[in-house]
């Protein structure tokens, strides 16, 4: 009983922290409508999406988890007091009233199932370990964006260390620790869940292993949640020209089926490569060369601003389509 109302508490907690990392990304969202920066695939440059659209992705994973955390509370809203070493007891106890006292829904159905039942615990740290994964891969982009090779952030003094013997170097040491933590929780899961499946009902010793792992991964992720949120409330962003994909043009402009613009495009690029210029650097004339129907009009999309703004499909990367995804966000979450 103790351990449930524990974990009842402390959802509340977790939950209010996601929320305060939700409203650190809005914030930064809200900055960045139409900052460019690339969208990746096989971390391979692929199409240019805004900074805000990036980000809304965290936002909206964070939301899954804390609605997960609102289901986890219906199901373990139930009172398993009165149910005895096992088998429930001949005292004239009253466990409704004891239920609604105690803040629970009703009590347990099961005495059996009352002592032996630890799926509350599987599913909450569950939830914990999908939220150290979400936090793990936002912890990985700013690890590879902090960066020479990427330099699209700066990282705040206070979550970053130097070099005690190169001190031109600035390390991601909060989104380091951030990433290997997840590894922990999602170890605390895996070792209850190996614990359970041996156990016979109703009370095993085995069981008092729950606590330690649930109050690890607790204060895990409480802490990596306050880590990040303050990460990306000080990171400053150092915006950058991006390519975009010409494919769409030949597409919509030219009428080409996508196989056929798909080769055309394919061919420019590789051109471009050769130059060592960006395919917005290319002259109509050289783009005529690989098809005499490509117009002025082609360098309208050629700007990485323009394909963005012309992803205007729901949920797309379009600036007007991120303002409304903002206001969604805000009016859902905050």
Same mark, same amino acid.
């Given at each position: 009983?103790?351990? =449930?109302l524990?974990? /009842?508490?402390?959802?509340l907690?977790?939950?209010?922290?996601?929320?305060?990392?939700?409203k650190?990304?809005?914030?930064?969202?809200?900055k960045?409508?139409?900052t460019?920066?690339?969208?990746?695939?096989?971390?391979?440059i692929?199409?240019?999406v805004?900074l805000?659209?990036?980000?809304?992705?965290y936002?909206e994973?964070?939301?899954?988890?804390?609605?997960?955390?609102k289901?986890?509370? =219906? $199901?373990?809203n139930e009172s398993?007091?009165?149910a005895?070493?096992?088998a429930?007891?001949?005292?004239?106890?009253?466990?409704?009233?004891?239920s609604?006292?105690?803040g629970f829904?009703q009590?347990?159905?099961?005495?059996i199932?009352s002592?032996?039942?630890?799926?509350?615990v599987?599913?909450?740290?569950f939830i914990?370990?999908?939220i150290?994964?979400?936090?793990?891969?936002l912890?990985?982009?700013i690890v590879?964006w902090a960066?020479?090779?990427y330099?699209?952030?700066t990282?705040?003094?206070?979550l970053?260390?130097?070099?005690?013997?190169?001190p031109?170097?600035?390390?991601?040491d909060?989104a380091?620790?951030?990433?290997?933590q997840?590894a922990?929780?999602?170890?605390?899961?895996?070792?209850?869940l190996v614990?359970?499946?041996?156990?016979?009902?109703?009370?095993?010793?085995?069981?008092?292993?729950d606590k330690k792992?649930?109050?690890?991964?607790?204060?895990?992720?409480?802490?990596g949640l306050?880590v990040?949120?303050?990460?990306? $409330?000080k990171?400053?962003?150092?915006t950058?020209?991006?390519?975009d994909?010409l494919?769409?043009?030949l597409?919509?402009?030219?009428?080409?089926p996508? $196989?056929?613009?798909?080769?055309?495009?394919?061919k420019?690029?590789d051109?471009?490569?050769?130059k060592n210029?960006?395919l917005?650097k290319?002259s109509i004339?050289?783009?005529?060369?690989?098809?005499?129907?490509?117009?002025q009009?082609?360098?309208?999309?050629?700007?990485?601003?323009?394909?963005m703004?012309s992803k205007?499909s729901?949920?797309?990367?379009?600036?007007?389509?991120?303002?409304?995804?903002i206001q969604?966000?805000?009016? /859902?979450?905050?």
């Open positions: 009983t103790d351990f =449930k524990w974990i /009842k508490k402390h959802s907690v977790i939950d209010q922290s996601c929320q305060a990392f939700q650190a990304l809005i914030g930064v969202a809200k960045n409508i139409t460019v920066m690339p969208g990746y695939t096989h971390l391979q692929a199409q240019p805004s805000a659209h990036h980000f809304l992705a936002v994973m964070i939301g899954r988890d804390r609605g997960r955390l289901d986890c509370i =219906k $199901r373990l398993p007091l009165g005895g070493a096992l429930g007891t001949s005292f004239p106890i009253n466990r409704h009233m004891t609604t006292i105690l829904n009590p347990t159905k099961n005495s199932d002592v032996s039942d630890r799926d509350f599987v599913e909450f740290i914990l370990s999908l150290s994964v979400h936090l793990s891969r912890a990985e982009e590879l960066s020479q090779q330099n699209f952030i990282l705040p003094d206070e970053s260390t130097g070099s005690s013997i190169m031109q170097k600035k390390n991601p909060g380091e620790l951030v990433r290997a997840a922990q929780t999602i170890s605390n899961l895996n070792t209850l614990l359970l499946k041996g156990l016979p009902l109703t009370y095993s010793k085995d069981l008092q292993d792992l649930t109050f690890n991964s607790y204060d895990t992720v409480h802490l306050q990040m949120t303050e990460l990306i $409330r990171t400053t962003f150092n950058k020209a991006m390519k994909a494919a769409d043009w597409v919509q402009n030219l009428q080409y996508f $196989r056929q613009a798909y080769q055309i495009t394919g420019i690029v051109y471009a490569v050769k210029v960006t917005a290319l004339h050289e783009l005529q060369k690989f098809d005499k129907k490509i117009t009009d082609v360098f309208s999309v050629l700007s990485p601003i323009q394909s703004k205007t729901y949920g797309g990367t379009s600036p007007q389509g991120v303002k409304k995804s969604y966000a805000i009016k /859902k979450y905050l």
